[in-house]
Nanobody, 126 residues
Framework: QVQLVQSGGGLVQAGGSLRLSCAASGRTLGSYSTGWFRQAPGKEREFVAFINIIDGSTSYADSLKGRFTISRDNTKNTVYLQMKSLKPEDTAVYYC???????????????????WGQGTQVTVSS
């Protein structure tokens, strides 16, 4: 069993930065692809970014490229999402997730993921 504990959310002004963390326990980080998703009020959950466990490749939602960066530190069993130039429309609950799948063609799909963090609120004020 894998437990994911998230931290790092909060309130920030537009144009600011935040870094979200997702610490894993129970299994090593190196066994899973890792993704970030978000859900804004009244909207469906959407894909943010992933790292593929097989080749280490990363992928981002088109609207977030250049502003968000996903990374992982296997020694700390932690995944990060660095967010910069934040906009009010980035306000959402952010979730990290782990998947044993290593196929980049499907890692943007939430149902592929086996384990989820508890979610952390990010609020960007204008």
């Amino acid at each position: 069993q894998v437990q994911l504990v998230q931290s790092g959310g909060g309130l920030v002004q537009a144009g600011g930065s935040l870094r979200l963390s997702c610490a894993a326990s129970g299994r090593t980080l190196g066994s899973y692809s890792t993704g970030w998703f978000r859900q804004a009020p009244g909207k469906e959950r959407e894909f943010v970014a992933f790292i593929n466990i097989i080749d280490g490749s990363t992928s981002y939602a088109d609207s977030l490229k250049g502003r968000f960066t996903i990374s992982r530190d296997n020694t700390k069993n932690t995944v990060y999402l660095q967010m910069k130039s934040l906009k009010p429309e980035d306000t959402a609950v952010y979730y990290c997730a782990f998947s044993s799948v290593g196929d980049s063609t499907v890692l943007h799909q939430g149902h592929i993921y086996d384990y989820w963090g508890q979610g952390t609120q990010v609020t960007v004020s204008s």
